[in-house]
């Protein structure tokens, strides 16, 4: 423990110090006196501050004193001015350290808070360059504004620490020493401290807790302030600097401007610069030109030919107002700024004849490149405009102005942007129906950007009608569709960007030990919801026609929205839907639809009981068997069924949970979903319910994942889902068709 330094002592009569009423020693003269003293020791003092009378403007004057130490300083008041930065409006001044001492002979703490009152003054604490400061163990410490009738907290800092060990030296992040910003236009501050946070657990080695707005990179924390009195040391009697902003008056430079018998830029060649740091303006001589802004002709050219640095390198410098020019010696010719002047050649009149050539035939190039040019760039937009034409886009603008839809039609520009004109690093997936991009549109708002592959003579008559239907689909377990692109051959979608992957990746692309059965219910119960909305709540109803884990994504807490809907169907009800190419994916496609070519909502139901199969079992729906043959996961699942070894096919997690009953209701839904014949499976509405009521009647116990759980499901890339058929999957659908039977 030390003792308190006699500068602490000494304060208890300075801490209600008050520089206003120093500060206000001169009256603004036109022009400071020629007699008027410029320097204080090794201060600089520059008009419009000064020393004396008539020597300042107001509330700029100083005050030269001669200290203890025998050497002359200049004083705002009590207060000593180290240096004056002119062209910056800054002042830089010694404040006092305040200090709160714990006293364990009495259980007492001693007090001493400094003030300063920048109130009437041109001055006011920099927020840039300062900061307030807390140093100590245990210590809360304010700035306070208490001058008026009411008192306003204006900054805070906790500085805490154990002992000794736990402070760490150039470190001032709370242990031992904190630091916060001040607010602008601070011009009063009074320190104080929180007489909960007293030192009196680490009084052993720490018994001070001190406080100071301070100029931020002057100061560097050491480990001796909390044990010693090293800080009340520096300077000789614990003052820190500290950077004043300084302004001219209250106003503005265009109102300043206006009254020339107060405007203080009178030199020649100055400009005004409005104050960033409350009211008032500063002065600054105009590019090319230093001095004084302040005082007549105070601004004078700088000859920077004269410099040590040649700014023309080789060439011949002229100064010039406010500037210079560089040229090229006699007898030579090129680029002076750069140094690159080289002798003058003589040419030939036959190499003069090369050259007009060769320039008119350069001329007539670039000519009819930019004919060119033109011509493509016509060409262009006409092409744009017939495939917005073609892809109903007049027609979908229209009825967005009608119904004033939450809807956005694209430029291809705004897509290349967003994508990085389409960079293969930006790709989420890719599919039989086209490629997923990632676009940043900027602030911060990521978008999903769908470019389809093809798209036949039907759709591009239907697009804008079919866009102006999904635009309106709204359900949480859907991906949202924000706009379109239609300006171009195949049309671009864009949805909302889904952060964490999609359920084939969790389930069967990442090492993942802990999948809870709960987390695989809440899946299969939000995109079963999804569906349903999808066949009995859109308007008219809309088949997906391509179900499966990839297009089912995962939002936050696995939220999951079903997304991509390249094959998805409008569904009126008087209308068959007949298919002239089968498409789907591999392992997912309905037996029946196969059969027929009928695309219906059952198709969806059939494709959901494959995804249940792949949540139960995290096998893919086309998958290696023992005997390393591609195996369909249906036609094996409704086998192992009927000869009773389900056992052999369920994750070993779903079976650790032990909810037998509920593994088995799941199960059987997911066989019913696989029946052959449409007309035997449940709808999706029905799938829908149950899963609920699964959810209600069998409660799973689940916590959310944290952070770093969440982690380990960010995407990755996936084994490649092809939507082309192949042999040994058709053989695979026979089987389970003889299965059924």
């Known amino acids: 423990m030390h003792s308190a330094t006699p500068a602490i002592a000494m304060s208890l009569f300075l801490s209600q110090m008050l520089l206003l009423p120093l500060l ?16 204080c020791g090794d201060v600089e003092i520059p008009y419009p501050f000064g020393i004396g009378t008539n020597c300042s403007r107001e509330g700029q004057a100083y005050i030269c004193n001669i200290t203890e130490s025998g050497l002359q300083k200049p004083f705002a008041g009590n207060v000593e001015v180290l240096n004056i930065l002119l062209e910056m409006g800054q002042v830089r001044m010694l404040n006092p350290v305040s200090s709160a001492c714990y006293s364990p002979n009495y259980n007492n703490v001693n007090y001493n808070r400094w003030r300063l009152n920048l109130e009437g003054t041109p001055y006011r604490f920099s927020n840039l360059l300062n900061k307030f400061t807390a140093i100590g163990c245990d210590t809360l410490a304010y ?193 002076a700024y750069n140094g690159t002047c080289t002798p003058n050649q003589k040419l030939s009149l036959a190499v003069k004849a090369v050259i007009g050539t060769s320039i008119s035939l350069i001329f007539l190039l670039v000519f009819g490149m930019c004919i060119c040019m033109i011509y493509q760039r016509r060409k262009l937009i006409q092409s744009r405009k017939r495939y917005f034409s073609e892809h109903g886009g007049m027609q979908l603008r229209e009825e967005m102005r009608l119904q004033s839809l939450a809807f956005r039609i694209f430029s291809k520009e705004e897509l290349e942007r967003a994508t990085n004109r389409f960079d293969k690093n930006r790709i989420l997936g890719q599919g039989g129906y086209g490629t997923v991009y990632k676009g940043d549109m900027g602030d911060d708002q990521f978008v999903a950007i769908k470019q389809p592959k093809v798209i036949n003579e039907r759709q591009k008559k239907e697009f804008g009608k079919e866009m102006l239907i999904l635009s309106q689909v709204n359900h949480r377990n859907i991906v949202k569709l924000l706009g379109c692109c239609l300006e171009v051959e195949v049309p671009m979608l864009v949805y909302e960007f889904v952060p964490n992957g999609n359920l084939f990746e969790l389930i069967h692309s990442r090492n993942i030990d802990n999948l809870p059965l709960a987390v695989r219910l809440n899946i299969a119960r939000d995109s079963a919801d999804a569906l349903a909305y999808l066949h009995y709540s859109a308007s008219p109803p809309i088949i997906h026609g391509d179900v499966k884990s990839a297009n089912i994504l995962l939002h936050e807490n696995f939220t999951a929205k079903v997304s991509d809907f390249g094959a998805s169907r409008l569904n009126p009800k008087d209308e068959e839907q007949f298919a002239t190419l089968v498409q789907g994916t591999c392992g997912y496609l309905d037996p029946e639809y196969l059969q027929t070519c009928k695309l219906t909502e059952k198709s969806d139901v059939y494709s959901f009981g494959v995804v249940l199969l792949e949540l139960l079992t995290r096998r893919k729906a086309i998958y290696f068997g023992e005997n390393e043959r591609e195996t369909s996961l249906a036609s094996n699942f409704i086998l192992a069924k009927k000869e009773d070894r389900l056992q052999e096919l369920l994750d070993n997690q779903v079976t650790s949970e032990g909810d037998a009953e509920l593994i088995g209701r799941i199960g059987e839904l997911a066989v019913q979903c696989l029946s052959v014949r449409g007309e035997e499976r449940p709808t999706m509405k029905d799938v829908a319910d149950q899963l609920n009521n699964m959810g209600k009647l069998h409660p799973v116990p689940w916590t959310p994942p944290n952070a770093e759980d969440i982690e380990s499901f960010l995407p990755v890339p996936s084994d490649a889902q092809t939507s082309t058929g192949n042999t040994s999957y058709i053989q695979e659908v026979a089987l389970l068709i003889e299965y059924a039977r």
């Open 143 to 335: 700035i306070i504004d208490d001058h008026w009738s009411s008192i306003s907290y204006q900054s805070g800092c906790v500085s805490m620490c154990r002992d000794e060990e736990s402070i760490v030296s150039d470190s001032c992040s709370g242990m031992g020493c904190c630091q916060t910003s001040i607010p602008k236009n601070l011009r009063y501050y009074r320190v104080w401290f929180d007489g909960n946070f007293n030192n009196a657990d680490t009084w052993r080695f720490s018994n001070c807790s001190y406080a100071a707005l301070l100029e931020a990179d002057w100061f560097q924390f050491n480990t001796s302030y909390i044990t010693t009195s090293q800080l009340m040391q520096i300077n000789g009697d614990g003052r820190v600097p500290v950077v004043l902003d300084w302004a001219i008056g209250h106003e503005t430079c265009e109102v300043a401007s206006h009254n020339l018998s107060s405007y203080a830029c009178i030199s020649n060649n100055s400009a005004c610069i409005d104050s960033s740091n409350g009211p008032g303006y500063l002065c600054n001589c105009s590019t090319g030109y230093q001095g004084n802004p302040y005082v007549s002709n105070g601004c004078q050219d700088i000859d920077e030919c004269n410099q040590q640095s040649n700014p023309c390198s080789d060439g011949i410098c002229q100064n010039l107002p406010g500037n210079y020019s560089c040229h090229c010696p006699e007898g030579t010719h090129g680029d």
């Open 24 to 39: 206000l020693l001169a009256v603004a003269p036109a022009v400071p006196d020629s007699g008027c003293q410029t320097r």
